[in-house]
């Protein structure tokens, strides 16, 4: 399958930004997504996952609240709102997707399959 995520951008701190990840090439249904960001210098990390044949989204406690995640399996798209964003939240965002992959692993980069591209998101003070 292929990702093409986009919306990232620069916005105030308390905007909010709506990213997109168009997927292709697949069910989009039959795919465990999420979204990850990376930090200039850092490691990838899980900002939150929309499992497979399971309606509610998991969510790193960092933005809790403040972002959420949806899927349109129709459209084979999936979202991330993300509302309140703060300067650290600064970082590149990039999509995910997974074939099959057990709830302990759902944090972990390697475990997914497939990504995006990944799109800047820039906040500023």
């Known amino acids: 399958v292929q990702l093409q995520a986009s919306g990232g951008g620069l916005v105030q701190a308390g905007g909010s930004l709506r990213l997109s990840c168009a997927a292709s090439?697949?069910?989009?249904?039959?795919?465990?997504v999420g979204w990850f960001r990376q930090f200039t210098g850092k490691e990838r990390e899980l900002v939150g996952v929309?499992?497979?044949?399971?309606?509610?989204?998991i969510y790193a406690n960092s933005v809790k609240g403040r972002f959420t995640i949806s899927r349109d399996n129709a459209k084979s798209t999936l979202y991330l709102q993300m509302n309140n964003l703060q300067p650290e939240d600064t970082a590149v965002y990039y999509c995910?997707?997974?074939?099959?992959?057990?709830?302990?692993?759902?944090?972990?980069?390697?475990?997914?399959?497939?990504w995006g591209q990944g799109t800047l998101v820039t906040v500023s003070s």
């Open positions: 929309s499992k497979r044949f399971n309606s509610n989204p």
């Open positions: 090439g697949g069910t989009f249904s039959g795919y465990t």
């Open positions: 995910a997707a997974a074939r099959g992959i057990i709830q302990s692993n759902l944090g972990v980069p390697a475990a997914y399959d497939y």
